[in-house]
């Protein structure tokens, strides 16, 4: 059974900076893509960043390009979300996401098959 953690969420102001990490474990992911989506508060949860795992290759959404930046450690089976120069409307809870059906990266939550719990992000104005 595949486990994902994350964690480096919390309270920043405005023009600052956050990591998070997640953790994978129990599975092999060497084929696989695992992405990072957001979901703030009455709103449908969204897709920020993904990777494929073997290739390193990404995609992100219009909204993060030039300010967040994901990739991975194979070693450690850990994904990153670098985070610069936050905004307020980046405020939300942040989950990583694994799919294990293919290397293409979806941007539909429905792609994925295994989430972590999530990690809050504040951005004060």
């Known amino acids: 059974q595949v486990q994902l953690v994350e964690s480096g969420g919390g309270l920043v102001q405005a023009g600052g900076s956050l990591r998070l990490s997640c953790a994978a474990s129990?599975?092999?992911?060497?084929?696989?893509?695992m992405a990072w989506f957001r979901q703030a508060p009455g709103k449908e949860r969204e897709f920020v960043a993904g990777?494929?795992?073997?290739?390193?290759?990404?995609r992100s959404a219009d909204s993060v390009k030039g300010r967040f930046t994901i990739s991975r450690e194979n070693a450690k089976n850990t994904m990153y979300l670098q985070m610069n120069s936050l905004k307020p409307e980046d405020t939300a809870v942040y989950y990583c996401?694994?799919?294990?059906?293919?290397?293409?990266?979806?941007?539909?939550?429905?792609?994925?098959?295994?989430w972590g719990q999530g990690t809050q992000v504040t951005v004060s104005s």
């Open positions: 129990g599975g092999t992911f060497s084929r696989y893509t």
């Open positions: 996401a694994l799919d294990q059906t293919t290397i293409r990266i979806g941007t539909l939550r429905s792609n994925y098959g295994s």
């Open positions: 990777i494929q795992w073997s290739s390193g290759a990404t």
